[in-house]
């Protein structure tokens, strides 16, 4: 059974007064200078902002695909790395368990934590199939995204499957709490967190992590989910010191 949520609203009404807490014009030393198609961490905003990732996104644990989409979106908040979601289907969600645990972000919502938990023996843990699929929701200012659904779940087919040696365990695998989701997010800003609503993020720092060919790196510390790679200038937070970044 799925952890239950806090009430939605009284939730919300908890969480507006952190919001505040941020002092937007702060900038820290060193500040590195951004080139042709290169962003820095300070020029993204709070309250964060929603934006197709640009390339395809690929999770791995050694051969085997975790998660492959070509139209996964990315959270970007002032002095975090870009922080990818991808939806469902192109999860393998039933390797992923409820750990029960919850956290809440003062813009997002309520977030649920999950392991991922490979099945032992030798049975085979098959690629992903490629399909088409209809684009998912969008917000109005953002067009809709043309999607290949890796899951093999719904669609019109749009070709063979890419090659890639097929995966197998003998022992079971577990990695804690290498995803996380936000089912039910707030919706009372125009930022329109519900778009990824129930959509996965995935450690970096846990599990093999690409934006086309680049294998992104995690972002600092132990909690945010940002994938760092060579496009996004900072410093960005996470490292000791930066916690009122």
Not at 24 to 36: K, T, W
Not at 53 to 63: C, E, S, T
Not at 225 to 230: H, S
């Amino acid at each position: 059974m799925p952890t239950p949520l806090p009430d939605k609203a009284a939730l919300l009404e908890r969480a507006k007064p952190y919001r505040d807490n941020w002092d937007r014009s702060f900038r820290p030393p060193g500040v590195e200078p951004v080139g042709e198609g290169e962003e820095s961490v300070w020029d993204y905003p709070r309250p964060p902002i929603i934006a197709p990732v640009p390339g395809p996104v690929r999770v791995m644990l050694g051969d085997i695909a975790i998660a492959e989409s070509d139209c996964a979106l990315e959270v970007k908040e002032t002095a975090g790395a870009p922080v990818p979601y991808i939806r469902p289907e192109d999860v393998r969600t039933e390797w992923l368990e409820d750990t029960s645990r919850l956290t809440v972000c003062e813009w997002k919502g309520a977030t649920l934590y999950y392991d991922l938990a490979l099945p032992g023996g030798n049975a085979s843990l098959s690629e992903f199939s490629s399909r088409k699929i209809a684009a998912p929701a969008h917000s109005p200012s953002r067009p809709p995204i043309e999607c290949t659904l890796l899951g093999g779940r719904e669609g019109e087919w749009a070709g063979a499957a890419p090659e890639r040696s097929e995966g197998l365990t003998k022992k079971p695998i577990r990695i804690a709490e290498a995803a996380w989701n936000y089912p039910d997010p707030f919706d009372d800003l125009s930022e329109g967190y519900a778009e990824i609503a129930g959509w996965f993020g995935i450690y970096a720092g846990k599990l093999d992590c690409f934006i086309g060919e680049e294998k992104a790196r995690p972002q600092p510390g132990n909690f945010y989910g940002g994938w760092v790679t060579d496009r996004i200038k900072g410093p960005i937070k996470g490292g000791p010191g930066t916690g009122g970044w």
